[in-house]
């Protein structure tokens, strides 16, 4: 083997490819080319290929590192790859190829995929007192947020027949009459998608109302039966008074 053809087996390239990855649909026809190239031959040729069918586009660059380039294309399926050449030293005015990347493939298209879906707006925190008492002010917040635009309001619910359309977060209620009353706010976004949480609370009269345990009531118990048995005895007394 002659010197030069060893020095030229030992050259050292590298090519990566970025952009349009395998099995990309590119729209519109105008396809970006991104890949970065190494060699240590010297004087390198870099050429990008496009195939499509028997027809091949061939661009050539004579600089290594990054490359990027944009090239308009017709509708069709195409492929791609990027070779390394370095001039001949066996035959002087041609070129030896040093390396070739892996071919990747891309279709070009007219057609304008439709936008995706809009989403719902998200309920992070819908908060308010479990009970509170008649003719109480009662404060309820809700934090909200729309992932692809913006909250346009929110709608409270009390629960009551009554309900606030408000574009603030905070929303305050009074009850006029005692029980358990079903509350809700809904969430409304800028495509008029809603998101809805309810929750219950308790209206009271006066103080809130607190269980008995059987300790406290034992006594009241005690007493109650002690004024009946006094009761039964006293007019058992004045009946058999009245007998004699």
């Not at 087996?9 to 970065?36: M, R, W």
């Not at 009531?217 to 058999?240: K, M, R």
Request: glycine share 8%.
């Amino acid at each position: 083997i002659k010197p030069d053809i060893i020095l030229r087996l030992k050259y050292t390239s590298s090519i990566t490819l970025y952009t349009p990855e395998d099995g990309a649909i590119i729209y519109g026809g105008e396809v970006p080319f991104s890949f970065y190239v190494t060699t240590d031959a010297p004087s390198p040729q870099v050429c990008l290929l496009v195939r499509k069918g028997t027809g091949i586009w061939e661009y050539e660059f004579y600089y290594t590192g990054w490359i990027n380039k944009t090239v308009t294309f017709e509708n069709g399926n195409y492929t791609w790859w990027v070779e390394i050449y370095t001039p001949s030293r066996m035959n002087p005015g041609s070129w030896d190829l040093v390396k070739t990347s892996a071919k990747r493939t891309f279709t070009v298209t007219d057609y304008t995929p439709p936008p995706p879906s809009p989403k719902a707006p998200v309920i992070k925190y819908f908060g308010f007192p479990e009970e509170a008492k008649v003719g109480e002010t009662v404060t309820f917040i809700v934090s909200a947020y729309d992932p692809d635009g913006e909250i346009k309001y929110n709608i409270f619910d009390f629960g009551d027949g009554e309900t606030l359309l408000t574009s603030a977060s905070v929303a305050t209620h009074t009850y006029s009459m005692l029980g358990e009353y079903k509350v809700s706010v809904t969430v409304v976004d800028n495509d008029n998608l809603k998101t809805t949480e309810s929750g219950e609370i308790t209206i009271y009269e006066g103080v809130s109302p607190e269980p008995v345990s059987p300790e406290k009531s034992a006594p009241y118990i005690f007493i109650v039966l002690l004024v009946s048995s006094i009761t039964l005895v006293g007019i058992a007394g004045v009946f058999f008074s009245k007998k004699k």
